[in-house]
């Protein structure tokens, strides 16, 4: 939690104002940010000082983990994160490649489990992993990416958080995951709370123990629409202590992931907040 409010502050004193050509609004932005999260030890990276929909989070990236590329399929999950760039991002809207009403394109998921090769067939990047990890292989290669240059045009949104390396020291296992550009006040929690389950899911599946996750930013930024809410409400309010994430235990491979896995399999416990922010969102 203190990791975010350093951040926030850090984009406050020393972000430089950058026109954003995609929303036509300025960011108030910082190049590199590291942030590192500790789930052997469960220190669950939620905010605090707003209430967080962790729900819709983990939701959100249970969709990438089953290559989703319908927004309805996400808000089946209980995820609505969705919805706006499949259907109000007015580039994609006049996209001949996109398919109908919440079609999102070869987008996240898409690309991490179907990657399409030249000859027509698909790589599924994320069964490789399971299956070396599950083995205790790591061949300084487990690495899951969303970002598919050749096919940026053929969906909704190129990915933001889009690579995530698996490594494996004996038998404890750690993520590092890469984000290209992150709107810190609405979408970084999100964020956190992915790269952390994210983590703990493959260490639960793979039979390895959680060690940390590092998340590595490029371009963290603060929207002109969003600064006084943050520097002048979220910024003021105490943080509350960390809670922790309970996971089913019965989960215990990729494929209960794809099949009968849903938000009641997860739990929050210990979770104080204070009132939720409504932060302006940037399609």
Not at 81 to 96: G, K, R, S, Y
Request: hydrophobic letters at 35%; glycine letters at 6%.
């Amino acid at each position: 939690m203190q990791q975010y409010l350093n951040l926030c502050q850090r984009i406050i004193d020393e972000g430089t104002w950058i026109e954003n050509e995609r929303t036509g609004k300025r960011c108030l932005t910082v190049i590199n940010a590291d942030l590192e999260y500790d789930v052997a030890y469960n220190q669950f990276p939620i905010i605090t000082t707003r209430k967080s929909y962790w729900k819709a989070a983990i939701a959100e990236f249970l969709g990438y983990l089953r290559g989703y590329d319908n927004a309805s399929d996400f808000r089946k999950l209980g995820a609505k994160t969705w919805d706006a760039n499949a259907n109000e991002n007015q580039a994609w809207l006049n996209n001949p490649n996109r398919k109908g009403t919440d079609d999102m394109g070869r987008v996240y998921g898409v690309q991490g489990r179907r990657w399409q090769k030249p000859n027509g067939e698909t790589v599924d990047q994320l069964r490789k992993i399971v299956n070396h990890l599950s083995k205790g292989i790591d061949d300084r290669g487990e690495i899951l990416t969303f970002l598919n240059p050749g096919e940026i045009d053929l969906g909704c949104l190129r990915p933001c958080m889009y690579n995530h390396t698996f490594s494996l020291l004996g038998d404890t296992l750690y993520l590092t995951s890469y984000q290209r550009s992150c709107d810190v006040p609405l979408g970084l929690n999100f964020n956190q709370i992915q790269v952390f389950t994210f983590l703990a899911l493959m260490a639960q599946i793979s039979g390895k123990k959680a060690g940390k996750a590092y998340h590595k930013i490029v371009n963290a930024h603060i929207y002109e629409d969003q600064l006084e809410l943050m520097r002048d409400v979220q910024l003021k309010r105490e943080p509350f202590p960390s809670p922790k994430l309970e996971i089913n235990p019965d989960i215990k491979s990729l494929e209960d992931l794809e099949t009968w896995v849903t938000m009641d399999d997860f739990n929050v416990v210990g979770y104080q907040c204070h009132e939720p922010i409504k932060y302006p969102f940037s399609v």
